[in-house]
């Protein structure tokens, strides 16, 4: 008897949809201005992109949160709101959302690309994002079992959970370093 064929059939859009919108953060999380005080990441203890995605899901529930250096942390401060509200409408120019490099990095392992996602709208459907993500994904060859999303109320209190620009929407995109 001959082997059956294999055929393969290219993903349709929309295919890793649901799987992406359960990497990012719920959105139970928003409706909160309050929440108890999460863990700072620090590179001594997750020392690889790998030992952040076993902690993947504290990311995006914001249990586990990135914290910059103080380098980084001055250099970010020392820029006005308004000049960094430029930088980003800079990068978004003609479009409703783009994945650039994260001008401002945290302090986290070197094996890993911080990546965010700017929302021109800030009533982007998680879809409309998710649908972003994945064509990210398609064009890298990367998957979703690869990457840790986050993202941060914009009317928090809690401090690290708090994020530091709440002026533009935008979603933390982890990748490890050798996808692009």
Known sequence: MPLPLLVLVPMKKGAMTKEILDLMTP????????FPKPEPIHPGIYTSFDSL???REDI????????KSDEQYHRFHAQSQDALLAEVL???K???IRLAVNGYPYFLPEDLYQGIIWLKDPETSRIVIAEFIEEVLNKTGSTPEGIILFERPLKMDT??????FPAVRHVHFWIRNSWH
């Open 27 to 34: 959105e139970e999380l928003f409706t909160q201005t309050e």
């Open 53 to 55: 995605l076993e902690k």
């Open 60 to 67: 995006r529930n914001l249990r586990l949160v990135p914290v």
């Open 90 to 92: 800079e990068n978004l």
């Open 94 to 96: 003609d479009t409703s």
């Open 159 to 164: 401090k690290l959970v708090r994020g530091s």
